[in-house]
């Protein structure tokens, strides 16, 4: 049995399909297709059923899933058991959500590169519904959220920043008279919970509700006109300093903080360990 099959079951499972997971790995389908045929061979039973153009885990391909991950998991800490001319190297897998990614990671990211230039970090959406699971089956190293405090036995979490959460709305906004559209991050997101919380405390009227997965198109939409919402302030202080748009700080709604988490039985990779590391010294600043 190959780690290489076992990463392409895998893959197949979080794609969806053979055609997916042969465009995420690189991979011809027909190799693709031989490599989960010696899977099945090995077994002597088939991993998947085909019904139309959906494909389904069969019983032992449902009880040979944790055991992939457990052993693609064990695979990638021995790789990075030992490093290159005793430096630090391997992979990481993040996940972070985007207001982060792009508004709090950017000279960290530069930073640790600069000094081990031999790690390769992949970064994931964090998924405000799923990023435990993700943390339990290792495809994600360590995971950023913003949000209130995880209360998990198996999940060790701990607080790096507090965050500002900004009320926004356009500069011509009428408190009295404006009836606005709100626009919502995505669902699970914990600030979306305390713009709710907001507009009930406030008694802002609305007229209908959008839903967005970017925080630059909500800050966008806030600029046009078109609605208002709740975000971090780290992700709009150039907009309210440029008075692009207006904003007043949401004191009352409880506290919203950076959290660092990982799963209490992860080994930690020197990689791993110096970023954790690196986020510490920045937090300090």
């Known amino acids: 049995m190959e780690i ?3 990463k392409t079951f895998k893959t197949i499972v979080e794609t969806g399909g053979f055609t997916k997971a042969a465009d995420k790995l690189g991979y011809a389908q ?13 077994l002597d039973q088939p991993l998947f059923d085909r019904i139309g153009k959906q494909i389904i885990l069969t019983e032992t391909g449902k009880q040979l899933l944790p055991y992939s991950n457990k052993m693609l998991q064990l695979y990638k800490d ?3 058991v030992t490093s290159v001319n005793g430096e630090v190297g391997g992979d990481i ?15 960290i990211i530069k930073e640790f590169k600069d000094k081990y230039p031999n790690v390769n970090i992949e970064w994931h959406h964090l998924d405000p519904l799923n990023f435990k699971e993700e943390l339990t089956t290792g ?14 036995v198996d999940i060790l979490t701990e607080k790096l920043w507090d965050e500002r959460m900004m009320f926004l709305y356009p500069n011509d906004f009428d408190w009295n008279n404006t009836c606005s ?13 305390l713009f709710e919380q907001f507009i009930q405390e406030y ?13 630059e198109a909500i ?17 709009v202080e150039n907009e309210l300093s440029e008075k692009n748009l207006s904003g007043m700080e949401y004191q009352t709604g409880g506290k919203i903080a950076t959290y660092l988490m990982y799963h209490k039985n992860k080994w930690l990779s020197p990689a791993v360990k110096a970023f954790i590391e690196m986020v510490r010294k920045h937090v300090q600043r």
């Open 4 to 6: 290489r099959h076992l």
């Open 30 to 42: 027909s190799t693709i297709t031989s490599q989960i045929k010696s899977l099945e061979i090995e």
């Open 78 to 80: 021995i790789k990075e």
């Open 93 to 107: 897998v993040i996940s972070a959500p985007e207001a982060l990614l792009i508004y709090r990671f950017p000279p």
């Open 139 to 152: 495809n994600a190293d360590i995971s950023f959220l913003l949000g209130n405090e995880l209360n998990d």
């Open 181 to 193: 559209n709100l626009l919502y991050t995505e669902k699970g997101c914990s600030y979306r919970f």
């Open 203 to 215: 008694n802002i009227p609305s007229k209908s509700t959008i839903e967005f997965w970017s925080i």
């Open 219 to 235: 800050k966008q939409s806030i600029i046009s006109g078109l609605g208002i919402s709740m975000l971090p302030y780290v992700t």
